[in-house]
């Protein structure tokens, strides 16, 4: 709390809500008792673009400066220097392991990594063609039906945690190679949280995986710029959904159904759909542009824009680089980076981009680091939820941990008809 307060004057009467100030600067005032105090007043804030729905020491991020920072990290210190392993540790647990820490976390990870066999008949009875974002948001809820809830927060804590973090590569793996009938590879005990996925992917009894410390690499920082991104649409659904107390596997599982639309995770996917659709219609990147730009056209330019972030995505910068390492190193030419690169030049030079501050996001440059590797296209989102699963894990334990622990409840204003009388069936018009 500060010292300063906002006067609200409202027929004729002046209330006074307290000043919240953040670590960084931030301020908020606090209306929790407006309704009462005015006696039934709410505030409209579709989209929730000025509502704050919690205080939170997990992440910062600065959408004027261009600033992300996990438990005051840094991200491109993470990146630079970090595992996704650690940075889910430091993410859930709130500070970085010492040695002793992160080797007892890669056993629980290490134990918990196996999926019971039962549910491997769930994966073979999805239909052919199925998204693999709906498989992985019901086998993720599923799993409570094979794992019952624990005696204690704590319990729940620290073994659904390590559980959730750890089986859902081999989730994830496993749809994959049951979609394209293909053996389940297991996964190995002594191989890393990264390069484990990628064996469990790509490993097969023909052709035996190449583990190349590169690629691995790659995936590190793929999903260390993926693992929170503090109040956006997922990890506000798992908040809420957790807020009436549901078990941990059923609030990640509406994180990943959240995850999945084309204007938050699911953009991934879309951009490289945008950009090979270019390629294959030939169109011009002009062209493009003014589609993007069209008030009449639904047409977007996926991959550009934040809600948040006013300028430069920090993470697309480090995706971007790290797109031209992976390329160079498995010495690929993708002519999606090239019409990418093209596009994000006339992009930023244009008055429409510059006025609305539209930047690459995210999403704009990971879709060509994830063909790189070789993941299949409709597995992108799913990359996403894998990396994004340690800041849902972070945000609900805050949320329910926390003293402000709240069922959510948003209130609305009725715009629909007043009291209508029943027409019985046969008297309707
Ligand atoms: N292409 C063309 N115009 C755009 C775009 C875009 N990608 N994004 C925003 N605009 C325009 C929009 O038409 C509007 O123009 P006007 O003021 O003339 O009506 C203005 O910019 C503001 O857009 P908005 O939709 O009100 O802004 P928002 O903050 O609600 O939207 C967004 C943020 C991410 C939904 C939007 O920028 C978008 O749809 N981007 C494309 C999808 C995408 O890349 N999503 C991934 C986001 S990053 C991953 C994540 O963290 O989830």
Known sequence: ????????????????????????????????????STGGLITMDPGFANTGSCCSSITYMNGEKGILKYRGIPIEQLAKYSSFKETGYLLVNGALPT???????????????????????????????????????????????????????????????TRLLSKIRTLAAMSYKISRGYSVVYPRPDLSYCANFLNMMFDNVVKPYHIDKDVVRALNVFW?????????????????VGSGRVNLYAAISAGIAALWGPLHGGANQAVIEMLAEIVERGDSVKTIIKKAKDKNDPYRLMGFGHRVYKTYDPRAKIMKEMCDKVLAKLDIHDSLLDIAKELEEVALND?????????????????????????????????????????????????????NWKLQRPRQIFIGPPEKEYIPIDERK
């Not at 007892?104 to 199925?130: A, I, Y």
């Not at 993926?226 to 908040?239: G, I, K, L, M, P």
């Open 351 to 403: 008055d429409y981009f510059i006025e609305r501050n539209l930047y690459p996001n995210v999403d704009f440059y990971s879709g060509i680091i994830l063909r790189a590797i070789g993941i299949p296209t409709n597995m992108f989102t799913v990359m996403f939820a894998i990396g994004r699963l340690p800041g849902w894990i972070a945000q609900w334990k805050e949320s329910m941990d926390g003293p």
């Open 224 to 240: 260390i710029l993926h693992a929170d991104h503090e109040q956006n649409c997922s990890t506000s659904a798992v908040r809420m």
């Open 99 to 161: 040695r002793k820490e992160l080797n007892r976390f890669s056993v629980l990870l290490n134990d918990q990594s196996l999926v019971h066999e039962d549910m491997h008949t769930f994966f073979q009875n999805f239909p052919r063609g199925s998204h693999p974002m709906g498989i992985l948001s019901s086998m993720v809820n599923a799993l409570r039906g094979f794992y019952p809830e624990l005696q204690t927060l704590e319990e729940e804590i620290n073994i659904t945690v």
């Open 1 to 36: 709390m500060t010292k300063e307060y906002v006067e609200l004057i409202y027929q004729g009467k002046t209330y006074k809500f307290p000043v919240i100030l953040g670590t960084e600067g931030e301020k908020a005032f606090d209306i929790s008792n407006l309704r009462q």
